[in-house]
């Protein structure tokens, strides 16, 4: 079976504008054309896509099905088209980047920065997810490289050794535990916390914590980013966790202090995720070399 990409693109103009007539118009084609098009279409699929009478034409159920596949297939032709514009203009390949906060706050700006400086003809598109939306989306294609906790995410992805991390206790200047060298959560847990958004490590970790501490986690407020955590910390609204890389970049600004987490969980390893190494295209490769090329350990 053969289908043409211009006579989907006609059925999918019927489908929008409701009548033949006005697809023509839109297209700027003659009615008859449109109308020989789509008894072409019919004629390849060996369905009815239209119901005709003398008040016009009704889609059929088929067609409602064709017109979500038909618009997929359009959108494919398209990306396909401007990846060779990009090409042609001298950008040589992208790579579809998914990061959880902490890599992006800590690692990425500089790593990244290097890359692009090496590499100006690549194309990196960077999104932020939490860890186990970062694994579905490496192993469902949506995209190329993930950043995320080292953990168990299954058999469709995976992990290359990237970076560690230390997750701390940010209290505002003048709170009762800022003097203290280092404290167990438990410490920490008769205060009020600022937690990051639901579903992330971090509240999972302190969550499990509490409880295997025998003592309510007091959340009193979720928020979405680092810096509005350590904004609603500097307001005196509670303490919260976070990484002593991102807690770092705004300790200069508000008046909030870090104390260190005398707690096993709070060492962290970051993990690449792909799908496979083999699978990589070169770009893609380009970019996981360099990132495990940088240095290993913490942030100082």
């Known amino acids: 079976m053969k289908l043409d990409p211009v006579s989907l693109r006609l059925f999918v103009a019927v489908m929008e504008e409701n009548t033949i007539a006005a697809a023509a118009a839109r297209e700027h084609l003659a009615a008859s054309a449109v109308s020989r098009r789509l008894a072409d279409l019919e004629d ?60 992006i706050t800590q690692f990425l700006p500089a790593e990244l920065q290097s890359f692009l400086e090496q590499h100006p003809q690549v194309d990196v598109r960077l999104q932020e997810q939490i860890s186990s939306a970062i694994a579905q989306s490496v192993a469902e294609n949506a995209a190329d490289v993930g950043i995320l906790n080292e953990g168990s995410y299954g058999e469709r992805v995976t992990l290359l050794p990237y970076r560690t991390d230390e997750l701390v206790l940010v209290v505002p200047t003048g709170h009762a535990l800022v003097r203290r060298k280092s404290v167990r959560l438990a410490d920490a847990l008769p205060f009020d916390f600022v937690g990051a958004h639901p579903g992330s490590a971090i509240n999972n970790q302190l969550t499990r914590a509490a409880a295997e501490a025998g003592l309510p986690l007091r959340l009193r407020m979720q928020v979405t980013s680092y810096d509005a955590l350590c904004l609603m910390v500097n307001a005196g609204l509670g303490v919260g966790v976070m990484p002593r890389g991102s807690a770092a970049l705004y300790r200069g600004t508000l008046a909030i202090r870090t104390v260190t987490l005398n707690e096993p969980w709070a060492q962290r390893r970051l993990a690449l995720c792909v799908r496979s190494e083999e699978s990589l295209s070169s770009v893609a490769r380009l970019l996981v070399e360099h990132l495990r090329a940088q240095p290993t350990g913490p942030l100082p």
């Not at 119901?51 to 997929?72: Q, V």
């Not at 990306?79 to 902490?102: E, K, L």
């Open 44 to 103: 390849a699929l060996q369905v009815a896509l239209f119901t005709r009478s003398n008040k016009g034409t009704e889609p059929t159920a088929a067609a409602f099905a064709l017109l979500n596949l038909a618009r997929g297939v359009l959108n494919d032709l398209d990306g396909i088209a401007t990846q060779m514009r990009d090409y042609g203009t001298g950008v040589r390949g992208h790579v579809r980047v998914v990061a959880n906060i902490s890599a």
